[in-house]
C-alpha cells in the first residue's frame, strides 16, 4: 500500500472528509488541512487552531481487525511525543487521547472507526498538533513554539510525523 497526501487550505474537517469518503480512498490516505471550520476531539468537544499555524490532519486505515486498534492508538501516541523530543520537549500522555507538557495540552488525538463483527470497515486517526500558535482562549495549551522560542515548519513537522506513521503501522 502506498501513501496519498492530500492538502486542504480550508476544510470543515479532516476526519469528517475522510468518514464521508472512505470508500473513495486506500489505506494511509492521509488529508491535511492549514485551517479546520468544524474542527473537533473527543465528545465533539470543539478544536479551534489558528489558520496555517498548527498540524491538523487525518488518515485513513481499511479492513483490520479490530483488536489491532489499541497498537494503532499505541503507536500514534509514541509516534508524536517521540516527534516531540526531538525538539527536546517532555510530553506524557493523558488519557483518553491527549498528550500534554506541562499540564498543558499539545496535542489531541480523535480515533474513530465503523465496525462490523470483528473487523474495522475504516479507522480514521484526527491529530491536532499546537505548532506555532502562541495564544489559547478558554484552555491549558501550549504549543512547539511557545516550548521551544522557535517557529516551526508545519509542512516539515508534517512530513516527518505522517512517513513515521505509515512505516510504523503498515507493518
Known amino acids: 500500500m502506498i501513501k496519498t497526501d492530500i492538502y486542504f487550505k480550508t476544510l470543515s474537517s479532516t476526519s469528517d ?3 464521508d469518503n472512505y470508500q473513495d480512498f486506500s489505506s494511509f490516505t492521509f488529508v491535511q ?7 473537533r476531539g473527543q465528545f465533539d468537544r470543539s478544536w479551534h487552531s ?3 499555524e498548527n498540524l491538523l490532519f487525518s488518515f485513513l486505515i481499511k479492513d483490520i481487525d479490530i483488536n489491532q486498534l489499541d497498537d494503532i492508538k499505541k503507536t500514534v501516541l509514541f509516534s508524536i511525543i517521540e516527534l516531540l523530543e526531538n525538539y527536546h520537549i517532555h510530553a506524557t ?3 483518553p ?4 507538557v506541562n499540564g498543558r495540552k499539545i496535542c489531541g488525538i480523535l480515533i474513530e472507526n465503523l465496525t462490523e463483527l470483528n473487523r474495522c470497515l475504516y ?4 491529530i491536532g498538533l499546537n505548532v506555532n500558535q502562541t495564544a489559547f482562549e478558554g484552555f491549558q495549551a501550549t504549543s512547539i513554539k511557545q516550548e521551544t522560542g522557535f517557529k516551526v515548519e508545519v509542512s516539515h513537522l508534517y512530513t516527518t510525523l505522517t ?7 503498515r507493518k
Open 123 to 126: 479507522v480514521v486517526v484526527g
Open 93 to 95: 500522555y493523558k488519557p
Open 97 to 100: 487521547n491527549d498528550i500534554y
Open 163 to 169: 512517513q513515521h506513521l505509515y512505516e510504523r503501522i
Open 50 to 52: 489558528n489558520e496555517n
Open 33 to 39: 488541512a492549514g485551517y479546520q471550520t468544524s474542527g
Open 17 to 19: 472528509y475522510l468518514k
